[in-house]
């Protein structure tokens, strides 16, 4: 009945889109860590017991997720789902997932450099004409290896024709399941997927659709594009694009507006002579980043925080590019010098380089009036 109703705009079909998503990203660090959480309702969560109640879930690893806890919860509830003998709240460690991230997203460009990051542990890879294989298939089975090998963690790969297919392949078979949906399966895929499964349907569009009488993927199919844009307005039209496995929008490569590298020190660093150092390593993980991504920036950023936790953020901005290690180090180092150089222990040190332009922008020493020539 679908057919009775027709977009009249094009389905790009000639594109191999792959959507990794990551399981239980925060909570399969922590437990890969620590293989004792394993068996625990593991939260990433501050322990409320000790917020006076406060806080939310940023994720939950499958057993915690069994009583019903998931992300945004606030984690006073999930303290009420789970027995206490069974639960363990665990804080968020963002710089170590952000490391993992980094980690995931080298071996992302080991295919491809069309990369569109959605948050640490998901992303959009445009792999249609990549480095290394002919067949996505392939590839995404070496993607799921090549991810665990290095991180000893599973991600859940979707491979489709456009960015909304390859995501709902993803969600179709998680943790670490791999679902293809060709160009002739499209429909037959959507069909029995429940509504709220479609990307965009939120807490509040649900139950509209629902009142509609559209539950399914085949429900929306059959109802009139018109009549669900009059009704959502651009969403609408959105999801009668979807619900015929519609979406052209391009896999997104977000150009970086910094780029740096911090690292956490344990024990502390005790001395301006071990600063010192370790500022030299920094710069010249920040220096191999930028030549990577044939960058180089005007501002350079140092960050330092102490034992107690207190953080200072100093900058250093120039006319001139920052193009090497001497340049870099010099400029972290006078930043050093003006917070006060070593005062307490230092846990934290991070370099970043911002104002940021492509390599081929050089620095250019333009005279100011023509020279005489000589005689």
């Not at 000893?152 to 489709?160: K, P, R």
């Not at 959502?232 to 009668?240: N, W």
């Not at 920036?297 to 953020?313: C, E, H, M, S, Y």
Request: aromatic share 8%; proline share 5%; with cysteine.
């Amino acid at each position: 009945m679908g057919e009775l109703f027709r977009l009249n705009i094009p389905n790009d079909t000639s594109r191999r889109i792959v959507h990794v998503d990551m399981d239980a990203f925060y909570a399969s660090i922590e437990m890969r860590d620590r293989p004792e959480y394993r068996k625990k309702a593991l939260v990433i969560a501050h322990d409320p017991r000790k917020t006076g109640g406060k806080g939310v879930v940023t994720t939950a690893n499958y057993v915690a997720r069994q009583y019903g806890v998931n992300s945004a919860m606030p984690a006073q509830e999930a303290l009420r789902l789970i027995p206490r003998d069974l639960i363990v709240f665990k804080d968020p460690d963002f710089e170590k997932y952000r490391a993992v991230s980094a980690q995931i997203h080298a071996i992302f460009h080991q295919v491809t450099d069309v990369i569109q990051p959605v948050a640490l542990d998901e992303a959009y890879l445009d792999v249609t004409n990549n480095k290394t294989f002919s067949n996505s298939i392939s590839l995404a089975v070496w993607l799921q290896r090549t991810i665990e090998a290095a991180t000893h963690l599973t991600c859940a790969v979707g491979v489709s024709y456009n960015k909304f297919l390859a995501k709902m392949a993803s969600e179709y078979n998680k943790p670490g399941g791999r679902t293809v949906v060709a160009p002739r399966d499209a429909l037959e895929f959507l069909a029995p997927q429940s509504i709220a499964a479609f990307h965009g349907v939120g807490k509040k569009t649900l139950p509209k659709l629902e009142d509609m009488g559209i539950h399914t993927g085949a429900d929306l199919l059959q109802y009139d594009p018109q009549a669900l844009q009059r009704r959502f307005g651009k969403m609408g039209f959105v999801l009668a694009q979807h619900a015929r496995g519609i979406d052209n929008r391009p896999v997104e490569v977000r150009d970086a507006k910094s780029i740096g590298k911090e690292r956490t020190y344990n024990p502390p660093l005790q001395s301006d002579a071990a600063v010192k150092s370790e500022l030299e390593h920094l710069t010249e993980m920040v220096l191999t980043s930028l030549r990577k991504k044939e960058r180089h920036g005007k501002t350079i950023v140092l960050k330092a925080r102490d034992v107690d936790f207190n953080t200072q953020t100093k900058r250093l901005s120039r006319e001139e590019y920052f193009d090497d290690a001497d340049d870099i180090m010099a400029a972290a180092w006078q930043l050093w010098e003006q917070m006060g150089r070593l005062q307490r222990p230092m846990r934290l040190l991070g370099i970043t380089a911002t104002a940021l332009a492509p390599q081929t922008f050089s620095n250019v020493d333009l005279p100011l009036w023509e020279r005489p020539k000589a005689d």
